[in-house]
């Protein structure tokens, strides 16, 4: 195995050569017999050369390749190793021996080592947005279709901490000493989030006055191994136009007695706090939230402000957690769909409609389809809070929804594509290029699947020519896109 440039290195496979990025295996050959073996809490020293896109740091040793958590680029560490497999091993730092010149004196997290859930706080944001840009390129530049794409620099919000308005926590411990915070990477044990600097204040404040509920009226705490106790999760949403506060406690069972005391104590103790919710989830799976909701408020939902369009925000309601970036965002779409006032536009997997309700004052006609029926209720309740009439909403598969309006013979001018991280399926772009719209904006939250999906579009007659990316979670590794694309006269 050979280097060949710092971030990149070349592995001889059955007599050939291929390029593995980010990442080093020798699949030839063993470890030698004279390398020390890598075990599980041993310490190493390490040089990083470079992040993944998971946010570890990069480095190799003479038989593994290594991802060290809380390392930056240009950091030579000292690593405990906390998992070893066959040829990869993942740590996290002891010591920093050498820091990187990326590396910030005076970072916004004092927890941040331990924490690991914003792996870029501690690097200095300029070089934040330079490895964001630099993501973006590679993924876009690994298709040799997509090479005469402009990546503009990174648009970044005014805040770069107490930004996070909406969050979904764990809660763990006992009742005596409750645990409400994150996952650590790679466990189900919970960091306690005290006073996390990404939070928006009121979210900070909403945490700490649940956790003294918890104690004070003993709630007890769900177990996920004996299936015992209440609490399971909180979620917190705050309105910044309204800068008012939703809270959701997420139950294993209904037990109305403990919840309704807990949300009692929360609404005297924080008069912000306008929504109190208890979701019932008995579920054993991941998923934070269930189905049925139980409103302990006689207000059900907060109302935020992006741009000129009001939304109001219910407890499972998808939004943005960044308001700002919210706003460059649709700022964005706007700007690049060029809309004249008689245009039909189609905004598919619409959410709760901001994106559509942005851009309908220019339009003559708005059509959003999203999958989720209580987002597209919230929709349609937008739609009639901000006197837009020109906007319908479908619920319904996207694909099947898009053959529905090639059967109908439907013209459509622009269509705005925001699907989840996974991007689009293929049959939902081949249906949308055969509406053949002059316009296609495409808003994404993964570099990877924009990349995949904007080489299939291209192959169907609409060139992308510029991707414009956006700082929605600064301090992490996530960026959010907006692509341009235009339909080819090339095409038949």
Request: proline residues 5%; aromatic residues 6%.
């Amino acid at each position: 195995m050979k280097k060949e440039s710092k971030n990149k290195l070349v592995t001889k496979q059955g007599g050939k050569i291929s390029r593995v990025t980010d990442i080093a295996i020798n699949i030839d050959r063993p470890p030698q017999s004279r390398a020390k073996p890598l075990l599980q809490k041993s310490v190493v020293e390490a040089q990083i050369s470079g992040l993944d896109d998971e946010g570890y740091g990069i480095s190799f040793s003479e038989t593994h390749a290594l991802r060290i958590a809380g390392a930056l680029p240009g950091d030579t560490v000292l690593a405990v190793i906390d998992h070893v497999a066959q040829r990869m091993a993942f740590g996290h730092v002891k010591k920093i021996q050498i820091p990187s010149p990326m590396r910030s004196r005076r970072p916004p997290c004092r927890e941040s080592s331990k924490c690991l859930g914003c792996p870029l706080i501690v690097m200095k944001y300029r070089d934040q947005a330079g490895w964001k840009y630099n993501f973006i390129l590679r993924h876009m530049q690994s298709y040799r279709e997509l090479e005469d794409i402009t990546v503009h620099p990174v648009l970044s919000p005014l805040r770069l901490i107490h930004y996070r308005t909406t969050v979904r926590l764990a809660i763990a411990g006992k009742h005596s000493e409750p645990y409400i915070g994150i996952f650590r990477r790679s466990s189900h044990d919970v960091f306690d989030q005290e006073d996390c600097p990404i939070h928006h204040p009121l979210v900070n404040r909403a945490i700490e006055v649940v956790r003294r509920g918890i104690s004070k009226l003993k709630v007890p705490v769900y177990n996920p191994r004996s299936k015992m106790g209440l609490l399971r999760y909180l979620v917190v949403r705050v309105s910044e136009a309204e800068q008012k506060v939703m809270v959701v406690f997420v139950t294993a069972k209904r037990s109305f007695n403990e919840i309704h005391h807990l949300g009692k104590f929360v609404g005297e103790q924080l008069p912000e706090v306008e929504v109190i919710v208890q979701n019932v989830n008995s579920s054993e799976g991941n998923v934070i939230m269930g189905a049925t909701d139980h409103f302990l408020t006689a207000k059900h939902h907060l109302t935020e402000r992006i741009g000129e369009v009001s939304l109001m925000i219910s407890p499972r309601s998808f939004f943005q957690v960044n308001r700002d970036g919210a706003r460059l965002i649709y700022e964005k779409v706007k700007e690049w769909a060029r809309l004249g006032g008689s245009e039909t536009v189609l905004d598919l997997y619409c959410g709760i409609g901001g994106i559509a309700l942005t851009l309908a004052r220019g339009a003559g006609r708005v059509i959003g389809v999203e999958v989720v029926e209580s987002a597209v209720e919230d929709a349609r309740r937008n739609a009639r809070l901000n006197g837009i009439t020109n906007c319908t909403f479908e619920s319904g598969d996207v694909a099947e929804q898009l053959e529905e309006l090639a059967e109908q013979e439907e013209h459509v001018d622009v269509v705005v594509l925001n699907p989840p991280r996974k991007g689009c399926d293929e049959p939902v772009l081949r249906c949308v290029a055969a509406l053949a719209p002059r316009t296609l904006i495409y808003v994404s939250c993964s570099p990877q699947s924009l990349a995949r999906d904007l080489n299939l579009l291209k192959n169907l007659g609409y060139v992308c020519s510029d991707v414009q990316p956006v700082d929605m979670f600064p301090q992490t590794m996530h960026v959010e896109n907006v692509a341009r694309l235009e339909k080819s006269n090339n095409t038949a």
